[in-house]
């Protein structure tokens, strides 16, 4: 499994991004997809996740600010993140599970800047 990562950038707090990963190649096991974020000197933390099934989880931060979303004939995950806050600012990474076994893969990080 392949994953693209696209979509950061660098906007200004109140803002809006939208990131996007595309996976390809072995894809049909796929269960869950997320997405990750690690800010300098900060360990990373799982800031979303969608489960084939239809579940969706959010880390505390961004409930309310961030959706993520699943195009499953694009073997595509968003992450729609509104209200951006400088405390946004991170490398953000997407992962995909194969039949729910961790680490799972891992695609190449985009940079979300917000500036106060």
């Known amino acids: 499994v392949q994953l693209q990562a696209s979509g950061g950038g660098l906007v200004q707090a109140g803002g809006s991004l939208r990131l996007s990963c595309a996976a390809s190649?072995?894809?049909?096991?796929?269960?869950?997809m997320g997405w990750y974020r690690q800010a300098p000197g900060k360990q990373r933390e799982l800031v979303a996740a969608?489960?084939?099934?239809?579940?969706?989880y959010y880390g505390n931060s961004v409930k309310g600010r961030f959706t993520i979303s699943r195009d499953n004939a694009k073997n595509t995950v968003y992450l729609q993140m509104n209200s951006l806050k400088p405390e946004d600012t991170a490398v953000y990474y997407c992962?995909?599970?194969?039949?729910?076994?961790?680490?799972?893969?891992w695609g190449q990080g985009t940079l979300v800047t917000v500036s106060s």
């Open positions: 992962n995909a599970l194969v039949h729910e076994r961790p680490p799972g893969y």
């Open positions: 969608i489960i084939l099934g239809g579940g969706i």
């Open positions: 190649g072995s894809t049909q096991g796929i269960s869950r």
